[in-house]
């Protein structure tokens, strides 16, 4: 019984995974040997004769008890070794999200990107489709996080992932390309007149106010774009066009003297 509540006890990480055979093998010995030897004394003679049925019956359900502790024993091993297989299996999962999306707001991080780019640039060559590269940067950032702190700033970019999630179509990917730098990718566009929309779609829902410390704060974002095939035909020249693009807009916008006006 000691024996069966330990396996309950005892920590996930201190209890090997063994064969339940194995786990078994000393307790079915124990369990066995007892019995037999107390039955081997009584045929012998060495039991009294006036109590030796007694003792029978007694090692009889002694007998019984330990096959009985052998099945749950057998059952909790069982389920141990089904929940720490459960947790390496998560464990692995984690590890293998982690080193494909950034950890600060679930999104795919450059390694991910790149071979999603990869295959979508594949698939406008064969469909003979227009693919825009939208990269997005928050205007003034560092002057959020001097202003409002850096656990805002952090709220603020998992708000903004958030709201990219949403305004983008599910085979659509969107990424973080660190900081305050993130990039979207619409597939399937029929005219350069689609992306022109995509953008400023994105640029009209990045600018709605969010709520950071139960206030509103008004941050801005620049959307730069470059289409396929018309402003390159490659993962590193549609990024490096966008980039471009992005900053252009950038430099051409007036800033204004307070940061964070509140919302209306």
């Known amino acids: 019984m000691v024996i069966a509540t330990r396996a309950r006890e005892t920590p996930a990480e201190e ?58 024993y057998a059952r909790l091993m069982r389920s141990e070794n089904r929940r720490l297989e459960e947790e390496r299996i998560r464990s692995q999962e984690k590890v293998e999200h982690l080193a494909f999306h950034d950890d600060l707001t679930g999104l795919p991080n450059r390694r991910l990107l790149a071979d999603r780019m990869t295959q979508a640039l594949s698939r406008a ?83 709605a106010p969010y709520e950071v410390n139960d206030q509103k704060v008004r941050v801005t974002s620049t959307v730069g774009c470059a289409i396929f095939p018309t402003q390159g035909d490659t993962l590193e020249d549609l990024l490096k066009e966008a980039d471009a693009a992005m900053y252009r807009k950038k430099n051409g916008k007036h800033d204004p003297a307070d940061l964070f006006p509140p919302a209306d």
């Open 125 to 207: 060559r064969r469909y003979n489709w227009h693919l825009a590269v939208l990269i997005i940067d928050v205007d003034n950032f560092k002057a959020v996080n001097d202003t409002l702190g850096h656990d805002a700033g952090d709220a603020i970019l998992c708000q903004l992932a958030s709201r990219l999630r949403r305004s983008i179509r599910e085979n659509d990917t969107v990424a973080r390309l660190g900081g305050d730098e993130f990039i979207a990718v619409i597939e399937g566009l029929r005219a350069q007149e689609d992306a022109t929309r995509a953008a400023d779609f994105l640029t009209a829902s990045l600018g």
């Open 15 to 72: 209890l090997p995974v063994r064969p339940v055979g194995f786990q078994l093998s000393s307790l079915i010995w124990f369990s066995v040997s007892f019995p037999v030897i107390h039955f081997s004394l009584t045929r012998l003679g060495f039991a009294t004769p006036v109590i030796a049925p007694l003792q029978e019956i007694l090692a009889l359900m002694l007998l019984i008890l330990l096959a009985a502790m052998v099945v749950v």
